[in-house]
């Protein structure tokens, strides 16, 4: 399993980016997908998640009406679109999958709010 995330850098508050995550080693299309994040000093929280047809998704309240997770199961692809991004939104952004009962995490990318 193996989950390669994109997409993050430095944007000003209300700005917009949209993460991806590249999943390879496993049937993409047969799991839930999700998006966490952790900012220094504190613990890992989770974002967002997609289940594996799209239909189902959830969110965190803090990004509700500002985040929307996406996937294309022809690209094995999750992504994550997020706008008016505030800078309580800095954070090291990561994909998981969990397969056979193991969490898989790729190895985050960071976005940072700042003006």
Known sequence: VQLVESGGGLVQPGGSLRLSCAASGFTFSRY?????RQAPGKERELVAAITSAGGITNY???VKGRFTISRDNAKNT???QMNSLKPEDTAVYYCKVRFNGV???GQGTQVTVSS
């Open 32 to 36: 839930i997908m999700s998006w966490y």
């Open 60 to 62: 965190a309240d803090s």
């Open 78 to 80: 999750v992504y994550l």
């Open 103 to 105: 969490d898989y995490w």
